[in-house]
């Protein structure tokens, strides 16, 4: 009986999460109401809040899933650092980037919304994960620390993209982040290709 119940309760948050997805890329964030939602998944106002706290919060695992295939993104082709982190960071903002309206509705509802800053801290920390070890397997000497570098690179990179959202200049995002990263790299005295 749990299995069916489970099944059931996945299949009803899996609705609402795709009803609301496809009317706040249709019409935006402040444009869709919770009523709005629960009509489109057929299912009544309450259930909503039975599966999300709020509205935003549904961002929150939009955010999570655009984000996953960066994460998942093959960079053994790719032999220099600089160029493996602007890989990594080209497959994470592509996956959000498809969505523009969800992703600027997740940007402009994240300071109040804990739920999407968890979200946020959990890539984070993922992405410093990787980045990491790209770096340990990169060979710099002993005085330059991976982590450290990692941690470096991942404020460049969230910062660069969070210029490019403010300035409007998306246009230029992979230029900026590809020469930020490459000095950054060479900064710590990376010598590889």
Known sequence: MTGKRETKKRAVRKALYEAAVQLIEHHGYEAVSVDQIVALAGVAKGTFFNHFPGKADVLADWYRA????????DLSGIPSLPEQWLALARASVSGAAASPRMWTAKSEQAPATPSIQAVEREIDVALLERM?????????????????LADLGLTLITGTIREAQVTGQADRLDDRLGERLRTLCTLAGYTGP
């Open 66 to 73: 655009a984000m996953q295939g960066g994460l998942e993104t």
């Open 132 to 148: 990491t070890q790209l770096a340990r397997n990169a060979g710099f000497d002993r005085a330059t620390d991976p982590a450290a």
